[in-house]
């Protein structure tokens, strides 16, 4: 037997679903570029289930048939292939450049949508508040892409919801509000979940590797269908789970023949920082954004904060993919689109808000964003819902402790509160990155 030492890799499909051959119509690892991730180990387990239907035929006596595996054949054989989920566990570690190849950066766009600021480095800038900034250059910055900056020593974050406030050519507005006028901000790339016409879209569909000590795996066709962001001792750790619409075994390199030798594979860490829940703020707009109409104007929602006394946070976001089935290949599906998703974030306080006291029964709307440290260039990450409402009663204490705690439970409502063009407007989920 040999040791269980692994890896998992991942590759950009390019927008070819499946990564089919256009030859023989088999998925195919033939022109993919593998990335190995730094994720944790336990998750990374051979996966899935053969699909296959049962045959209850007539017999003569008490026995069975093999079932029929639901395949395509290659010559006079047939394609051993699977289904199932995929699993990675992995941080946020961030890293200087544009998140397009990287594997943190094709985790988060296969199942959402990515939108950069063509600033490329920190900006010096004038502010006349938290809200309001004079940058190098307005046309720099995209609508509904976060930014950070550092003020008294913390990891700030917040939203353009402008970029060229008032008309005049030369600020943007945010939302919500830095604790104080920055005097430099820091651009990041931003994976937001679309709405309106875009609803339903990702970046792109990826390819697994999952390499061994005398195995290989490779997961075809996946997006993903939920992530779920936690603290590990301070650490924001990312779970992540695919849905992959065809996983075929290669434990001897025999049917692809890549001349790539069996064996896991280093992992590739970026240059960044590790995302901790240290030197940041959970933040909560202190007014309501716009919600019910999509506001008007150059000017944007620019909202007030409230920081809070969190300890601890969950954040869910599930996405339901639906196949978009056909014949014409082993996939069974010429895509899989999301068509629905939800998140959840659950902040834990230690000091009970009073803003929020009466937030439930008055269906109150408010920004929430939660802040990680460190940030600055290649560093920090953030989550951010525009527009959120609670779903369970902000009054109902946890007293089950030490400490009475307040449990806030938020969902994602419709906001409109962003102006101007830009891809990430008024998207309903982001999610920030430091470059």
């Not at 009073?354 to 600055?376: E, I, K, W, Y």
């Amino acid at each position: 037997m040999s040791v269980t030492h692994r890896s998992i890799s991942i590759a950009d499909e390019g927008g070819t679903f499946g990564s089919l051959n256009a030859s023989t119509g088999l998925p195919s690892p033939s022109g993919l570029t593998f990335s190995s991730l730094p994720a944790e180990r336990d998750p990374v387990i051979i996966f899935g289930e053969p699909p296959v239907s049962e045959r209850p035929d007539l017999r003569d006596g008490p026995y069975g048939y093999q079932p029929e595996l639901d395949t395509v054949w290659s010559g006079s054989n047939r394609v051993q292939r699977r289904t199932g989920e995929v699993s990675v566990r992995i941080d946020f570690t961030t890293g200087t450049g544009a998140y397009t190849t990287t594997g943190l950066g094709l985790l988060l766009r296969a199942g959402l949508k990515r939108v950069a600021h063509t600033a490329t480095s920190s900006d010096n800038v004038s502010s006349a508040s938290g809200n309001q900034i004079t940058p190098t250059n307005e046309a720099n910055w995209a609508v509904g892409g976060l930014i950070s900056s550092i003020i008294n020593g913390r990891a700030e974050y917040s939203a353009l919801t402008s970029n060229d406030r008032l008309g005049a050519g030369t600020d943007i507005g945010v939302s919500p509000s830095f604790s104080a006028a920055p005097s430099t901000i820091y651009p990041m790339d931003t994976f937001y979940l679309p709405t309106g016409t875009n609803s339903g879209t990702v970046d792109t569909s990826v390819c697994f590797r999952v390499d061994g000590v005398n195995f290989r795996t490779y997961a075809f066709g996946c997006k993903l269908s939920s992530l779920a962001i936690s603290l590990e001792g301070g650490r924001v750790m990312g779970d992540f789970t695919f849905q992959a619409a065809c996983i075929i075994d290669d434990h001897d390199d025999s049917f692809y023949s890549t001349g790539v030798a069996l064996g896991p594979v280093e992992p590739v860490f970026l240059a960044g920082a590790p995302a901790h829940f240290r030197g940041s703020y959970v933040v909560l707009s202190s007014t309501a954004p716009t919600t019910s109409t999509d506001k008007a104007g150059t000017t944007g929602d620019e909202l007030a904060r409230t920081a809070l006394d969190c300890e601890s946070f969950e954040i869910t976001l599930t996405n339901e993919l639906t196949p978009k089935g056909h014949s014409n290949s082993i996939l069974a599906m010429s895509d899989m689109e999301v068509s629905n998703a939800t998140v959840e974030a659950t902040l834990t306080l230690s000091a009970p808000a009073s803003l929020v006291a009466n937030d439930f029964r008055d269906r109150v709307s408010r920004q929430v964003l939660v802040g990680t440290g460190p940030t600055g260039t290649g560093k920090g990450a953030a989550f951010y819902i525009p527009s959120a409402f609670l779903t369970v009663d902000p009054l109902t204490y946890d007293v089950s402790g030490e400490i009475v705690k307040q449990v806030l439970t938020y969902s994602q409502g419709r906001f409109g509160g962003d102006v101007g063009t830009g891809d990430a407007k008024n998207s309903l989920f982001r999610i920030g990155l430091g470059v």
